[in-house]
Antibody, heavy 127, light 111 residues
Framework: QITLKESGPTLVKPTQTLTLTCTFS??????????VGWIRQPPGKALEWLAL???????RYSPSLKSRLTITKDTSKNQVVLTMTNMDPVDTATYYC???????????????????WGQGTLVTVSS | QSVLTQPPSASGTPGQRVTISCSGS????????VNWYQQLPGTAPKLLIY???QRPSGVPDRFSGSKSGTSASLAISGLQSEDEADYYC????????????FGGGTKLTVL
C-alpha cells in the first residue's frame, strides 16, 4: 500500500522561503519509472502542478514558477523536498504530494498519472 | 486561467447520465493521455480515470472516460448523491520543457 504525507510550516511570512517534505512508503524512488510530484490548490480554486522528480533524478518544473522552485529527493529516507522562494500571499494553498505511476503501451505510447495523493497541508502566507 | 478547459459546473438528478468535457490542444490532450480526478469536499483528489479510459481498481463502472483529438470527456451514468464532487482533467503538455496541466475543475451537483 502506497502512502504519502506532507509536512512543513502552516504559516510563512511574505518573502520567506517555504520548505515542504513529502514522506512516503510502499514504493522506492529508485525504481525505474517512478516519480513524485507536488500539486497545490488555493482555497476554492483549481489544482496547479508545481514540480516533479523522477527515479533517475530528472526534474521538471511549472514554467510559471520555475525560478522559485527546487525539488530534491532523499531515496534512503523515502522523502522528497520542495522549496519555494519569495513566498507571497497568493501562494496560500493546500500543497499535495503524489506518487507518479505509469505504463508503456508500446509503439512509443506511454501513459502516466498521479496516484495516490497525500492528504495535503495548508500553507498560509501572511505577515 | 487553466490550460485545459472544463465547464465550471454540471448537474443531474439521481439515475441520470452526466458528461463533463475537457478541451486542450495538440501539445497536451492531442498527443498524451488524459487522467481524471475526483475531489470530494474537504479531501485530497483521487484518481478516477487514467490513460483516457482506464478505471483503477475500486472505481465503479458507472464512470467512463473517452478522448478524441484534443478533447476528452468523463461520463457518469446512474448518477448517485455521493458523486457530488469536483472533477479535474489532467494531461502532460509537451511544450517548453514539458509540464503537467490541469483543467479548472467542474463542480458536479446532484439535484
Amino acid at each position: 500500500q502506497i502512502t504519502l504525507k506532507e509536512s512543513g510550516p502552516t504559516l510563512v511570512k511574505p518573502t520567506q522561503t517555504l520548505t515542504l517534505t513529502c514522506t512516503f512508503s510502499g514504493f522506492s524512488l529508485s525504481t525505474s519509472g517512478v516519480g513524485v510530484g507536488w500539486i497545490r490548490q488555493p482555497p476554492g480554486k483549481a489544482l496547479e502542478w508545481l514540480a516533479l522528480i523522477y527515479w533517475d533524478d530528472d526534474k521538471r518544473y511549472s514554467p510559471s514558477l520555475k525560478s522559485r522552485l527546487t525539488i530534491t529527493k532523499d531515496t534512503s529516507k523515502n522523502q522528497v523536498v520542495l522549496t519555494m522562494t519569495n513566498m507571497d500571499p497568493v501562494d496560500t494553498a493546500t500543497y499535495y504530494c503524489a506518487h507518479l505511476d505509469g505504463v508503456y503501451y508500446g509503439s512509443g505510447s506511454y501513459g502516466d498519472w498521479f496516484d495516490p495523493w497525500g492528504q495535503g497541508t495548508l500553507v498560509t502566507v501572511s505577515s | 486561467q487553466s490550460v485545459l478547459t472544463q465547464p465550471p459546473s454540471a448537474s443531474g438528478t439521481p439515475g441520470q447520465r452526466v458528461t463533463i468535457s475537457c478541451s486542450g490542444s495538440s501539445s497536451n490532450i492531442g498527443s498524451n493521455t488524459v487522467n481524471w480526478y475526483q475531489q470530494l469536499p474537504g479531501t485530497a483528489p483521487k484518481l478516477l480515470i487514467y490513460s483516457n479510459n482506464q478505471r483503477p481498481s475500486g472505481v465503479p463502472d458507472r464512470f467512463s472516460g473517452s478522448k478524441s483529438g484534443t478533447s476528452a470527456s468523463l461520463a457518469i451514468s446512474g448518477l448517485q448523491s455521493e458523486d457530488e464532487a469536483d472533477y479535474y482533467c489532467a494531461a502532460w503538455d509537451d511544450s517548453l520543457n514539458g509540464s503537467w496541466v490541469f483543467g479548472g475543475g467542474t463542480k458536479l451537483t446532484v439535484l
